[in-house]
């Protein structure tokens, strides 16, 4: 992994459920929430787009997503192989997800991690980083 800023802090399941002792303590997804303009997730995988169209919030990230204050943008880049990506079963979470509001970021074709060339690989960051930008400044 890439040596990360000094000022980047880096969040893990980890810190979740231990940041929080008694009540009154700060909640870490509620407060990353109150914090975050905006929520990107790059990129969301098939698991975890069924987690979050079921309202499963078992990590820091699905309880981030579930917490969230739905009057702020979140977008989210799904990822995944083609066969996953046709499955009739990530059509209708992906449909959940745009119906509360989120905002898809289409996957794209090219080499997947697999090895197969098929459509389901994430936008290019360039524009991922472009939709937020659009979205910071409208």
């Avoid at 981030?64 to 989210?76: G, I, N, T, Y």
Wanted: charged residues 25%; hydrophobic residues 40%; glycine residues 6%.
């Amino acid at each position: 992994m890439a040596t990360l800023p000094s000022d980047v802090k880096l969040y893990r399941d980890q810190d979740e459920w231990e940041a929080w002792k008694k009540i009154s303590d700060p909640v870490l997804h509620i407060e990353l929430r109150r914090w975050a303009d905006v929520m990107v997730i790059a990129p969301l995988d098939a698991n975890t787009l069924g987690k979050i169209a079921s309202g499963i919030c078992d990590n820091l990230l699905t309880c981030v997503v579930r917490a969230w204050d739905m009057k702020r943008p979140l977008l989210f880049c799904p990822s995944m192989n083609t066969h996953m990506w046709e499955h009739p079963i990530t059509h209708r979470q992906v449909s959940e997800l745009t119906s509360l509001g989120y905002s898809e970021i289409p996957c794209v074709e090219k080499l997947l991690a697999c090895g197969d060339k098929g459509f389901g690989a994430m936008a290019e960051v360039r524009t991922i980083v472009d939709r937020v930008k659009d979205i910071c400044n409208g």
